[in-house]
C-alpha cells in the first residue's frame, strides 16, 4: 500500500512563491511517473505538470516558465516538489499529487490535496 503526504500551501500575495512537495509512503518497485494537478472551485481538475523516471516535464501553457515540477529519491522514498514563482489569483486551487508507480501491475495514487490561495 502506497499513500502521499503533501506539504506547502498556503495563503500568498499574487507575485509571491510556494513550493509544493509530495513525498512518498510504501513498499513499491519504481515509480514511472510523478504530478501535480489542481482543482478551482467549480473547475474540473486539470494537469499541471508531470514528471516522468527518465526526467521528462511536462506543464500546461497557463503556468509554463512560472512553475518547475522536480523530482528526488532515496532508498525509502520518492519526492515530486513543484517550484511556484510570479503566482497569481488564478493559480487559486487545490492541488494533487498523483505518483504512478509499478509494483507487479501498474498502479496509481492520489495525495489528499492541498490548498493554494492566491489573494490580495
Known amino acids: 500500500q502506497v499513500h502521499l503526504v503533501e506539504s506547502g500551501g498556503g495563503l500568498v500575495w499574487p507575485g509571491e512563491s510556494l513550493k509544493l512537495s509530495c513525498v512518498t509512503a510504501?513498499?513499491?518497485?519504481?515509480?514511472?511517473?510523478m504530478g501535480w494537478y489542481r482543482q478551482a472551485a467549480d473547475k474540473q481538475r486539470e494537469e499541471v505538470a508531470t514528471?516522468?523516471?527518465?526526467?521528462?516535464?511536462?506543464?500546461a501553457d497557463s503556468v509554463k516558465g512560472r512553475f518547475i515540477i522536480s523530482s528526488d529519491s532515496d532508498a525509502n522514498s520518492d519526492t515530486v516538489n513543484l517550484q511556484m514563482n510570479s503566482l497569481k489569483s488564478e493559480d487559486t486551487a487545490v492541488y494533487f499529487c498523483?505518483?504512478?508507480?509499478?509494483?507487479?501491475?501498474?498502479?496509481?495514487?492520489w495525495g489528499q490535496g492541498i490548498l493554494v490561495n492566491v489573494s490580495s
Open positions: 514528471i516522468t523516471n527518465d526526467g521528462t516535464t511536462n506543464y
Open positions: 498523483l505518483v504512478k508507480y509499478w509494483n507487479w501491475t501498474n498502479r496509481e495514487v
Open positions: 510504501g513498499s513499491y518497485f519504481r515509480v514511472t511517473q
